[in-house]
C-alpha cells in the first residue's frame, strides 16, 4: 500500500489550496484518514480527521479546512481556506487500511510522504 499526497506549493494569505492523498495497492477498506502538518522545529500535529461519518479538526483550522474522501477513488482531500502564514508546514496524510493477507486480513496505519506548503502574506 502507499499513499500519494500532492497539492501542496504556494499560496497566498486568504487564498486556498487544494491537497489530495491517493491510497493504491491490495485495499480491502480505508477506515479511517487523517492529515497531519509539520512546520520546522515543531512536532507533528493532526488538523484534519475522518471516521466513518465523522470529522475533527484542529482548533486551528477549524471553519476554514475540509477534509474529505472519495471512496471510489481512494483518495482524501484537504481543502485549505483563508489560508494563514502559521498554516505553512508540510502536510502528511495518514490512513488506516485493511488489508488482504494469506491468513485473513490485517489493519495498520501508513504515512504519506509528505507535501510542502507555504503561504506568502
Known amino acids: 500500500v502507499q499513499l500519494q499526497a500532492s497539492g501542496g506549493g504556494l499560496g497566498q494569505a486568504g487564498g486556498s489550496l487544494r491537497l489530495s492523498c491517493a491510497a493504491s495497492g491490495d485495499i480491502l477498506s480505508i477506515d479511517s484518514v487523517a492529515w497531519y502538518r509539520q512546520a520546522p522545529g515543531k512536532q507533528r500535529d493532526v488538523v484534519a480527521r475522518l471516521s466513518g461519518g465523522s470529522r475533527d479538526y484542529s482548533d486551528s483550522v477549524r471553519g476554514r479546512f475540509t477534509i474529505s474522501r472519495d471512496n471510489g477513488k481512494n483518495t482524501v482531500y484537504l481543502q485549505m481556506n483563508n489560508l494563514k502564514p502559521e498554516d505553512a508546514a508540510i502536510y502528511y496524510c495518514?490512513?488506516?487500511?485493511?488489508?488482504?493477507?494469506?491468513?485473513?486480513?490485517?489493519?495498520?496505519?501508513?504515512w504519506g510522504q509528505g507535501t510542502q506548503v507555504t503561504v506568502s502574506s
Open positions: 495518514n490512513a488506516r487500511i485493511t488489508t488482504p493477507t494469506t491468513w485473513g486480513k490485517k489493519t495498520q496505519n501508513y
